[in-house]
Every structure is written in structure tokens, then in C-alpha cells.
DNA sequence: AACGTTCTTGTAAACGTTTACGAAACTTCA
DNA sequence: TGAAGTTTCGTAAACGTTTACAAGAACGTT
């Protein structure tokens, strides 16, 4: 096997005195003389022959790397769908570059920047905040982009998004069925798109419901994570006394479980919860969290496939997926019979 | 900015009127006159001129790229290493490369095979399971390497390791202190490192305290995750009635609280847990959850730069750190007042 | 036996950089 | 002013592939 420093072409064509250009040939599987084609082989297993991934690059003008840009790594639904990505990328031979950017759309657009170094062939960018810069940005870049999350509609850039309006309706829907009346609302940010649009959806889900709307049941947690969720939680309690609460993601709804806990409210025999992402962390919790599904694997995967696709196809139309939420009814929302 | 299909040195260089050698010279910096830097300045800003990885990796030999291989993508505490890592490499100027292995080891040799077609200048690599030809496939390997976890004493390869018998010991002499008199363990598989390392951990921290180790009081889970741990547990209380339990990762233990809380037994009034990793699933759940830190974020760190100084220095001497753990106490494990 | 096909293979250019080398231009100093 | 020294910059080669082109070999046909 691998003996030498490094094994070329060159080496290889050397070893088995043939032309490099034979050697390409005879290992890209192109025509050849039996005898030679024997030769070759022989001579480059013997050398431990493996093609240079960068010269071939460079050659053919693609690198087999797709880049991956997630803003919150924190966030278990992000962490399922990078793995989901990677899967399916992976698959379809190409690998995958992880490009950690910050929340902040700079970061992202400083990233597209740096794809026109020409490192990757695609990019699956998953926004938290859509400002004009990144969409100017987007636009602007030589690579197939991907978004996962939602665009303007003028926007001719593949997407694949989440239902959260629909995704609402069916939380809202499930506790009032439950006997629910008076529903609470933890939110994340509202200047994010999915917080302004699960802010959306609450509404009109209440709407729908017939429900009224008032003011002290509805908080925005700074962020999307656990320990702003805890804050956001002691705000609403403090003001308000729900009977179900439904929480933007699950992280927050972990959170406000743990402020209930601590006030003595149980779950679900005092109030019910609700979760969205349905990441494995409702399921981990005691009791389990009943958890909106808005499609997280099925979107990633979809991301996935319409990047390779497109990789494959540059000319083809620019999809706009959505997926259809589901409901994963867990303990925390059933009231006790 | 970029308007052309895409701009290359011989572009920049006709535009500024100069050869590409200049151009080149210039834009790394190189000493030239006023006159003509400011005219390939301002060429190349002009073109949108960003110069192309592939050719940049070819010629210099180097991609600055990094390979990342996980085993189990599931478990936490791995997110949360290569979180760490990704920000430590992206910091050097590196781009990471994750590569989702399975368990197998076989999967981590055909990565390391692939690893010779030089798309990374060095890997970072967290095996569950060490084996023979494991070990061969590492020492054969052209790249640098750093394992985070432990090899043989011979095998001069860097590696980062945890304590685990270190960590058990401060676990059981926690639990020791708040009262407890029989420890049970819920384990891992125990043909893996980490398995094999905690079990020996558990066995003499019972030795120090004195404590006799009863045959009923141990299991093996399949695998370190929920599932595994589901079933595990079950096993054990169906057994055994412990008063305190340590559990071989936070996956493991979150598992025994919630078949715990389904024969009604109370944690930390009926019996004490402990996890390790700590792990934000150990903050995150009801009651927050004890548990061993086994510098997962210091290791990762630790191996990062451990690569990133062996890339810069190739002979320098091989490195064989270990982190100390230490113990989160939280509410799991503090027996009532 | 001469010719036309088809197969096989080598030569050379190309992908976009970096860099050793040497030529030209400019500076300095006697 | 001319020689020596110093800058500045262009020419060309190199990194390891792939591939268009053409030349040569092998074959079949008349």
C-alpha cells in the first residue's frame, strides 16, 4: 500500500510505463486495452494510487462540498437538521462544509462572500432574520443557494419553509378540544421570521376559536433558548394565569415547564403545554411534552435534495416547498380523565 | 462588484495592465511600487476579484480545511464538542469538514482511506470503539490526527482524554456524603472505551468507599442513549432497590428519572442520580440533573488547537492530554434537608 | 495488397494560483 | 557619467488532474 510520500499520476504512469493520460483513463473507466488497463490497475493498488481531490477540483470546476450555514447550533432542531443534511448530502457524494455563522445576517452575508472563493458548489443557508442585505446578498452570489425558511415572494431562490400559521392552528385546536380557555403564548423574538409568524398564527388560531385575546397572556423571550425562555415564563406567570400555554419551540417550552415546576403548577393536571419542533428533547422530558411537528427532518432533507438537484440541473424552475405540519400528542397536553 | 461570470488573476492583470505575477505579488502583499498596487487595487476591487481556493490549495499543497468525525451525532455531548471545535478552527482560519461516521469502526477507516485524496490537511477524530485495525489504519494515515478519547500507550498518535475513573470516583463520593449506601450503575455498552473506563471507575470508587459491590446493582444499556437507557433502567429497578444511582451520560440518566417517575419513585427524595458529560440535558430537565463534567468543551478545545499547532509544527512531540473532571451539583442528587 | 475503419494511446493544453529567476528600470555614489 | 546596488516586474514553470486532438496500430474489406 501506501509506502512513498505521495503517489501522482505520474508516479503511477512511471510504475506501469504507460502515458498519465492513459492512467486517467484506465481508472475513469474510459476504453482501453485489456492488457493495459490490467497494468495500470496493477500498478497503481500497488502504489496505493489515490486521485488528488484538489487537482480534480480545480479541473473540473467543482469541489463536491456543499456548505452548510445554521445560525443557532444551540437549538436541538437545528442540530437535527444538519444531521439530516449530512446524511443526504453525504449520499449523494458530496461533503459537507459546516459554516457556523452568528444570528446576525452579516455573518451570513460575510459567508456567501466567501463562497466565491469557490470552496463549495452549494449552500443551504437557514436564516433566523431576513434583512434586505442578505436577500441582496443572496441574489448577488455565483452559487445555488438554498434557504431553509421562508422568503419574499419576489425572491427567486429555492426555499423550503414551515407552515407556523397552520402549525398554530393545530396546537390552539388540540387544547381547546382539551377544554382549554384561556390559551397563553410564549413567543421568542418577534422581529425573527418564525417568531412573527407563529405570532401570526396564535392569532388567528384564537380567532378561529373563538377565543378572546387578551394582552397579559402572550411574552416574547429574548431569544430562543432555555434561559431566556425561564425569563419570559416568570413574566407571564407573574401576570397571568393560563390554562395551557403553548411556546414557540421546545426549548422554551422546557423552560416554562421548569417555571411551573417551581411555582407547584403541574403539568398537565393544572395547565396544558404545548412545544413546537417536536425535537427529541419533548420526548426526553418528564412528562413528554405534546409538540408541534413543523416537518424539521422532512425539510432538511427536502433542502437537501433540491440543492443536489439543482447542482444537478441549474435551469430548473425555482421551488418554493412547504411543508405541512403535524401534531405529536404527547403527556403534557392531555388533561387527566 | 462581481458582474462577470467570474474574475481571475489574468483579468485583474489586463485590467490593471500589468502581468499576473504583479497581480498576485500585490494582492499577498508583496512589495511593489505605489503606482502599480493602487492600479491592481483597484482592479481587482473593481472585478469583485476574490482569489479561487481550489487553484490557491493546489499550488500551496494545503486546503485549510479540517475533517471532523463523530461517532454518534445523537448524544449531546458530541454537539456540543464540535461546536467548540468548529469555532476553534474557523478562528485558525480553517473550514471544517464534518464527516457523520457511524459507530462502526470500519466506517472511520474507510474515512480515513478517503481522507487520502487531500481534501483536509488534518482530522480530528472521536471513536467509541478502538480497534486493531483502527489503530492501524490511524498510525498508516499520511494526515495528522488527534483522537479525542484514549489509545494504548504505545500508539503515538495526540489524543485528548477524559478521566472517567477520576470522575467516578467524585460521583460515588458525593453520593457517599449525602447518605447513600447502595450504589447502583446504569452503564453503556461495555466493548466501548468510554463503557470500559466507567465501569473500572465504578468498581474502585465503591472499593474506596468501602462500599460492596452487590451483583444486582449494575447493567449494561445497549447503547448510551434514551432508548437504550429506557430499557436499562427498567432492568434494574426490576432487581433492585438502590438509593442512589449513577448513570454513565446524561442520555442514560434522563432515562432512568423518567422510569423512575413511572413507578412513582421520587428523585432526589427517593433515591439520588447522578449522569456525566453534563451536558445541557442535565441543566435543562426537571429536577436538573447531577452530573459528572468530563471537560467534553476543554477536550474539545484542547484537541482543536492540538491540531492546529501540529499543522504548524509537524515534529513537534506527540501530546497526550488529560482533563480533569469535576461535578456539577444539582438538584438530583441533594437529598432533602 | 491497398485502403478505410475502428481502437488504442501519447502529446499537450488547460484549470487558477504562486514563485524562482532574470531582465529592465531606477537609485546611489564616486 | 558610469558602475554597482537596489527595486520592480514580466516570463515561465509548477501543483495533479482531465481531455481534445492526432498519430499509430490493428483490423476488416475489396
Chains 1, 2 share one sequence.
Request: proline share 4%; charged share 20%.
Amino acid at each position: 500500500m501506501a509506502e512513498g510520500r505521495k503517489s501522482t499520476l505520474v508516479l503511477v504512469a512511471e510504475h506501469a510505463g504507460v502515458s498519465i493520460a492513459t492512467v486517467s483513463r484506465v481508472l475513469n473507466g474510459l476504453p482501453a486495452s485489456q492488457k493495459t488497463a490490467d497494468a495500470v490497475r496493477a500498478a497503481a493498488s500497488e502504489l496505493g494510487y489515490v486521485p488528488d481531490a484538489t487537482a480534480r477540483s480545480l479541473k473540473a470546476g467543482k469541489t463536491e462540498q456543499i456548505a452548510l450555514a445554521v445560525a443557532d447550533v444551540g437549538n436541538p432542531v437545528y442540530v437535527a437538521m444538519m444531521n439530516q443534511i449530512s446524511r443526504a448530502v453525504t449520499d449523494a457524494g458530496y461533503r459537507l462544509v459546516t459554516s457556523s455563522t452568528g444570528n446576525d445576517p452579516d455573518d451570513q452575508i460575510a459567508l456567501l462572500d466567501s463562497l466565491n472563493r469557490g470552496y463549495a458548489d452549494g449552500v443551504i443557508l437557514s436564516p433566523l432574520r431576513v434583512t434586505e442585505s442578505l436577500i441582496n446578498a443572496l441574489q448577488a452570489s455565483r452559487l445555488p443557494i438554498v434557504v431553509i425558511g421562508s422568503l419574499p415572494d419576489n425572491v427567486e431562490i429555492d426555499s423550503v419553509r414551515a407552515d407556523s400559521v397552520a402549525g398554530m392552528a393545530l396546537a390552539v385546536q388540540h387544547l381547546a378540544d382539551q377544554g382549554a380557555k384561556r390559551v397563553a403564548f410564549v413567543n421568542g423574538p418577534i422581529d425573527t421570521v418564525p417568531g412573527a409568524a407563529r405570532l401570526r398564527g396564535y392569532l388567528a388560531a384564537l380567532e378561529e376559536q373563538g377565543m378572546s385575546m387578551n394582552a397579559d397572556v402572550q411574552v416574547n423571550a429574548d431569544d430562543f433558548t432555555f434561559e431566556a425562555g425561564l425569563v419570559a415564563a416568570q413574566a407571564l406567570l407573574d401576570q397571568s394565569t393560563p390554562d395551557a400555554i403553548v411556546c414557540a419551540n421546545d426549548l422554551l417550552a422546557i423552560a416554562t415547564m421548569k417555571t411551573l415546576a417551581k411555582r407547584g403548577i403541574r403539568v398537565p393536571q393544572d395547565v396544558l403545554l404545548i412545544g413546537m419542533d417536536d425535537t427529541e428533547l419533548a420526548e426526553l422530558s418528564t412528562p413528554s411534552i405534546t409538540s408541534v411537528n413543523l416537518g424539521s427532518v422532512r425539510r432538511a432533507k427536502e433542502a437537501a435534495s433540491l440543492l443536489i438537484g439543482r447542482l444537478k440541473d441549474p435551469d430548473a424552475q425555482v421551488a418554493r416547498v412547504t411543508i405541512d405540519p403535524t401534531l405529536t400528542i404527547r403527556e403534557s397536553s392531555v388533561a387527566p380523565a
